[in-house]
């Protein structure tokens, strides 16, 4: 439960941190936001939880970081294939997503 409240507060602390920084849409918040998600669902992979949670609570994450609908749904489609990918580590989710 621990590692549970922790990973989650990391990560909304990181994903509030790069969403305030400026008053639209970057290229490098969109990068750092799929960090931040690869980051999350490695994390949340790691404590087992289902691929329905993970897509609700990154979902959030990239709805409250990215204003542009665009890179919203880009985010979404992105987090989609992390979820379904057998690559649980971030390394890995990175390099494949957010490049």
């Known amino acids: 439960m621990k590692k549970t409240l922790l990973a989650a507060a990391t990560i909304t602390v990181a994903a509030f941190a790069y969403a305030n920084t400026s008053p639209s849409d970057s290229s490098e918040l969109v990068n750092q936001q799929c960090k931040i998600s690869a980051e999350a669902v490695s994390t949340l992979k790691g404590l087992r939880y289902g691929n329905t949670a993970i897509r ?44």
């Open 56 to 99: 609700k609570d990154v979902s959030t994450l990239i709805n409250s970081s990215l204003k542009t609908p665009e890179n919203r749904e880009l985010a979404q489609k992105t987090l989609n294939l992390m979820v379904d990918d057998k690559t649980a580590d971030t390394r890995g989710l990175e390099g494949k997503y957010c490049s």
